[in-house]
């Protein structure tokens, strides 16, 4: 079912793309802010310290009906509920169980990485100094966003994102070789489940 309401000829880009990130540790969450500012993510960000909060935040947006955000950076190792059984949480959630999510960690972990990648997972990133690999990543996503959305004329399914690309079982490393040397394959098969106005 479309959404009425959808503006269809909006395109995503770094000025308007809404971000949530979800991370405890003050230290990395000023220097993603300040990557991104650098890189001229405009939009505000919104930012939970927990997975807890972030929770009692998608539930606020589902019953006010507001809009969510349209990618989800969020960290593993947080106090109350960590980002994975946040993300377990939320995937139990119809109205969230095709967000995008993008897995920010202090150490590259090929098991949790595999775990998470079935509850569909955009990227799984090791946090770096300059979050060069955040930007790329989130680079990625308003391409393949904006591509989807003129070829359906609409806008995109979110559950390919998770599901078609199966980044969360590869590293970043390995997905910019691949995509580097053309050699990146989407399954853009699924579609329109989650609509963000």
Not at 59 to 80: C, F, Q, W
Not at 91 to 113: C, M, Q
Not at 118 to 129: T, V
Request: glycine residues 4%.
């Amino acid at each position: 079912m479309i959404d009425s309401t959808t503006n269809t000829s909006m395109k995503l880009s770094r000025k308007n793309l809404r971000i949530l990130l979800v991370d405890d540790d003050d230290n990395d969450v000023e220097l993603l802010k300040c990557a991104l500012s650098a890189a001229e993510f405009t939009h505000s960000i919104t930012h939970f310290r927990n997975g807890a909060i972030a929770l009692e935040y998608f539930k606020y947006t589902k019953a006010t009906g507001s809009l969510v955000p349209h990618i989800v950076l969020l960290d593993l190792n947080m106090p109350l509920i960590d980002g994975a059984r946040a993300l377990r949480r939320l995937r139990e959630t119809s109205s969230f169980r095709n967000l995008p999510v993008i897995i920010l960690t202090g150490i590259d972990d090929p098991a949790k990485r595999c775990e998470l990648a079935h509850l569909g997972i955009f990227r799984f990133l090791k946090k770096q100094a300059n979050c060069a690999n955040v930007i790329s990543a989130l680079d990625d996503f308003i391409g393949f966003y904006n591509n989807e959305a003129a070829s359906l004329a609409m806008q995109p399914d979110l559950a390919f994102w998770n599901r078609g690309m199966s980044p969360g079982l590869e590293s970043s490393t390995k997905i910019e070789e691949k995509r580097n040397h053309g050699k990146a394959k989407f399954d853009l098969s699924s579609r329109l489940r989650v609509h963000l106005r």
